[in-house]
């Protein structure tokens, strides 16, 4: 058993030297000059003189072998050092700590929000199962989840800010405002977050009531359920302690497997709200083609969905022994 | 080769869909006459200003134009090309890679297996979205370099159910029956596994073109898309960039109707690839 979770491991340590290496290597292979691309805009075109080329290639290094260089480079990461990003001539790494908490905030809200409702969606409908609102709630959510959470995005802002401007337009806190007390400033927060997080959490609801219902009514035909209604258990006690108990397990690690996704759903619709996070600095990055910012991101991101994925499959494997087992014996 | 049959057993299959399927099929027809006549239905050029900027939609310009005066409609139609193409192309260079990659596996097994079944490992944890920006952003976004892309991460749905569907077949009978005949590899795969696979195959098209879209959707909207061929994407790019485009009624048209079309294109395709799993796997259904 032990030899099936290193393997693991291992596998996702290979991932990240994947992820590590494209990252090396991708403005190497890049066509044309790096330098030039990097300083140049869309309005000037600039040309570099031999004795500036020179300079840059030893401020970066890139005089030097290629093994050299990309020892150097991991020795970087592994300090938190992920270059200087030359729009805004400041650390990457403080850049990106400045935007990640608003991803934060989006992405584990939204799990948590989409978890209970879509457990609670789908044991209502596995509850009433083939009745009208079972089907309702089934085509309806389905038919969402199929839709990606920007196009959502796009329509819910169309009716509620634009058109009954009941939600602000972009951001994350209103500009220019003081606030009298800290309550004030947490309703404001909420008030700007509130519309990208119902967008995500609606997009990604369809999986997880999808997984809610079909595990409730797989447990609902067992047996010890006839037992617990036979034993004159409440409704309520059923529920709570025998079906929504067993029919956890794969809502839990859905969840931490859905996590990739999600960042890449979050990234879209920061840029559908201006919402500051991490999305909206990657695509500020990008047209200003600011290629150490965008890797810095990139690397964080691909670094927590790793993660994620790491989790969810340990997790899984503590919560059901039963895959152990299933594994050694298919490999 | 009788034509007859083929256009039954169409019908047939027509037959088995639901209904919001069908509706699918039809809107999916409907965009492909666009997406091939788009020259012949608009009286307007897609990439040169035909009126004045930012016109609400009248009998002149149908979906009005946009801010340097560039009919929408015409853009629309052309985008709808583009859509498609990324879609398809993507979705069929997947399919067939990955299918045979899975074919070559399942058939023969060992080391090639296990150095697949590994990459494929690393490929599905490896988070797709940000890869993609990044070797978008690196290698500027033309068209071919997206589809190119995109089908570096679709392949590998197809290349598991593949190889899990050859895994079950090389264990039959008429096949180790043909093997002792003396059939080549490449006679087993032409004329046992492709079309036993083929119709798995066709799901996984429709499934993949579906994803690629949204992807390719995804990437230029957030200014990563060929800027010399505007999809739909693309148009809703602009729209947004448009400073303050929500304190105007511009909104209505330039934003509303790529993402219209947009929309319906991805609802359908995730129609018909749910009544397609249905129909070729009936154990999927409900």
Redesign the interface.
Known sequence: MKKVRGMRVI??L??VL??VT??FA??R???GDPFLIMSETEEDVVVLTEEQREYYFELYGLDKPITEQYVSYLGDLLRGDLGLSIYYNEDVSTIILRRLPWTLFLVISTVILRTIIGSLLGTISAWCRGNFFDQFLFFNL??IS???A??TG??I??VF??MLGLFP?SGAMSHFTTYESLWEQIVDILHHAFLPIITLTLARLGGIYLLARNSVITVIQKDYLVTARAKGLSKGRILLRHILRNAMLPIVTRTFLSL??L??GA??VE??FNYPGLGLL??EA??VHD?TL??G??LV??LF??VA?LMADLIYKHLDPRIESQEQTTS | MDFYPKVKSAVNYFKQFSLSGKLALIMILIILLIAIFAPCLSSHPHQRSSGSALTPPDGEHLLGTDDLGIDLWAQIANGARISLMVGFGTALLAALGGGILGIIAAYKGGLIDKILMRLIDIMMVMPDLPVMILLAAFFGPSLFNIILVLSLFSWIRPARVVRSQILMLKEQSYIKSAESYGASSWYLICKHFLPEVSPLLAVSIIRLSGRAIVAEAGLSFLGLGDPTSRSWGLIIHHALNFAGIYYTPFWRWWLLYPWLALTILIVSLAFIGRDLERIVDPRLGK
């Open positions: 596998e996702y290979l991932t994947v992820i494209l990252n991708l403005p292979a890049m066509p389905i038919t199929e839709i990606p920007f196009i796009l329509l802002l169309f800010s634009a337009l990739g996704s960042v890449g990234i879209l840029n559908v990657m695509q990008v047209n290629y965008i890797q991101i990139f991101v691909a969905v790793l994925n």
